[in-house]
């Protein structure tokens, strides 16, 4: 059977010599990107820009309504560290990289709308397509493949990556944790892309960012959520994944 | 949006409740039972029958000619401790839990033909249907879900459970590797069962077996192995995962 070892593809060997020629870890300097966080009112969006401010990345947080943006700004925790609130389109046009963290039901509404306030500008998806009924979480796989794709497909003038699936939102918020012990996979097309998000990543003290392939396999990255889930209710716990040998 | 720490199930509480009763750590022994490797020919198969037995397991290689499972189990590596060869059929038949490690394209065929042997048998599915083009690896969606969910289907008198999908095979042959830096997520319905492959997997040093959900939820376990091959590619390793805060 197929192993993560293997090498099939038939130019493996001509990519993996260029690898050779960049150490993976020779990531960019992000400290002067401005990130905006879409939904950023919900818990992950929170967590999120709570933890870039703190890292010392200038944060704005979107949401729909620009009063409500402001109202989650207004956090002593989050307004402290220069979080500042506005709706999603300033946000947007405002930020180097933004992050969507809306609920998958408002995915495409909301980015269909940021087209043009969008264009040009780094988007990192971190949205999970998560249905639940009396068992528990499973999987949605939207049209397109994955949330991550759905958000190339609306916005062809962005560059769009996925990460920051995996995170619990308690840890990302709670004050008392200094460190977040987890690896963040990062996806995406472009490999100078993908660098500045898990240069980002690596803002966070604990985490780092580990390129995990392209977005054609963001699907199940995003729905291992439904895995994390029961882990986190067998165990008790606020689940995270270290990728080992990396 | 959705995030590993939700708990929107409406019998969530009910089940927290249930769940705390039992430590979730208190695995059985398994030292005694037989463990068969279908598909024990290949290199993920050769490499679990040779950390089995190394363990102490009593194990058998089970493949469609008696004569080269024989000829694998020959090798002094496996032989040296006590690894036997046998024709899938009478691999099943002889052992309390049987591995499918099998290639993807030899499945349904492979299971069907063993119903018979395999009843009431616990099953542990760790087959990855994956295909490969010029960009690498990408997941196959099977008809039921996935591959553990065909096995399934297939196998309705069988306890059919699915773990060791992110193993490198390479490390599990390497007798220098005296650990393997890695948790296995083990999937199933029944505790009774997800716990023995727990304790299974626990037998091998450095591992742990994470209970991760249901069947329902392996296609994104199965195809995370494209993933962790594209992290392979660029970073050079043999990635493993760990499930922290566990």
Same sequence: chains 1, 2.
């Avoid at 408002?106 to 068992?135: I, M, Q, S």
């Avoid at 990255?221 to 080992?244: C, D, F, M």
Wanted: overall charge negative; aromatic content about 4%.
């Amino acid at each position: 059977m197929t192993t993560p070892d293997d090498a099939q593809s038939p130019n493996a060997a001509t990519r993996a010599k260029a690898a050779l020629k960049r150490d993976p870890w020779d990531l960019p300097d992000v400290s002067g990107l401005v990130v905006g966080v879409l939904g950023g009112t919900g818990d992950q969006g929170r967590g999120l820009a709570y933890r870039f401010a703190k890292a010392g990345q200038k944060v704005i947080i979107g949401s729909r309504a620009a009063e409500r943006a402001q109202a989650a700004a207004a956090d002593p925790q989050l307004s402290s560290l220069g979080v500042e609130g506005a709706d999603n389109a300033e946000c947007a046009r405002r930020s180097d990289v933004v992050i969507v963290a809306v609920p998958w039901d408002g995915h495409a509404k909301t980015l269909e709308a940021l087209r043009e306030e969008l264009t040009g500008k780094l988007v990192v998806d971190c949205v999970n397509p998560l249905g639940f009924d009396r068992k528990g979480a499973f999987a949605i796989k939207p049209e397109e493949g994955s949330a991550a794709e759905q958000a190339a497909a609306l916005l062809p003038e962005s560059r769009v990556t996925a990460a920051f699936h995996h995170l619990s939102a308690v840890l990302l918020q709670d004050p008392e944790i200094a460190e977040i012990d987890t690896d963040v996979m990062v996806l995406g097309e472009a490999r100078a892309d993908t660098d500045l998000v898990q240069a980002l990543a690596a803002r966070i003290p604990g985490m780092r960012g580990v390129f995990a392939g392209r977005l054609r396999n963001a699907h199940q990255v995003e729905s291992l959520v439904a895995n994390l889930i029961s882990v986190n209710r067998r165990y008790k716990a606020h689940a995270g994944l270290r990728v080992t040998d990396v």
